[in-house]
């Protein structure tokens, strides 16, 4: 089963990666590990939470405020 390659993950927009792991080629194997959809999924899902965490490193959220918030800004629902 390891030397079969998936063909198409079935969602629009997302193509198979040829190498989803350095030291396991069976990529069903993997999939059952993780116990989520498919692969491919997960590998984008990784790479859009490393490009946030570029992101915060030049908004610095942690940073205090330049001016104070108006007072009904966090009320829920407006």
């Keep these: 089963m390891a030397d079969l390659l998936k063909k198409t993950t079935g969602l629009v927009g997302l193509a198979v990666c040829e190498s989803p792991h350095e030291t396991e080629p ?12 498919q692969l491919e999924e997960v590998i984008l899902q990784a790479e859009n ?18 001016e ?8 829920w629902p407006i």
């Design 26 to 37: 069976d990529v069903k194997k993997l999939e059952d590990q993780l116990q989520c959809s």
């Design 68 to 75: 104070e918030p108006p007072a009904n800004q966090w009320k």
């Design 49 to 66: 939470e490393l490009s946030l965490a570029r992101n915060m490193l030049q908004w610095k959220p942690w940073e205090t405020l330049v």
